[in-house]
């Protein structure tokens, strides 16, 4: 199999790329609360990560604004009177070699020749 050529072990490349995303949504997180700007705190308290299954991740933020909109969304895009603040841009650019190296890292952990 596949698997066997590779070395794994009887482990699979799904669970290597499991736990490389864990890994680069507690960075992704971190990353995203520390690019946020700190006007009223809101967007750095209320980030966090959810995994919605196996090998799929995703940072979400629930501040909304006084409509009950997303209010992520006005500062990484801007409005007609606010500049645009892309911090999840700068997020997404910083977690992308990351999850690449994560990946590789897992699969070495797991015996891969």
């Not at 864990?22 to 006007?39: Q, T, Y």
């Not at 997303?70 to 892309?86: E, F, I, L, R």
């Not at 999840?88 to 070699?97: D, E, F, G, L, S």
Request: hydrophobic share 25%; with cysteine; glycine share 8%.
């Amino acid at each position: 199999s596949f698997y066997k050529k590779l070395g794994l072990k009887g482990k699979t490349y799904e669970e290597a790329l499991d736990k490389a995303i864990d890994h680069a949504l507690s960075d992704g997180v971190n990353i995203c609360r520390r690019e946020a700007p700190i006007k009223t705190g809101q967007l750095r308290r209320k980030t966090d990560k959810r995994k919605p299954s196996k090998c799929e991740g995703e940072i979400i933020n629930t501040a909304r604004n006084g409509g009950g909109e997303p209010y992520w969304q006005y500062v990484q895009y801007g409005t007609s009177k606010m500049n645009a603040n892309p911090f999840v841009t700068r997020t997404a650019n910083q977690i992308k070699p990351k999850l690449s190296r994560y990946v590789e890292e897992e699969i070495k952990s797991m015996g891969a020749s």
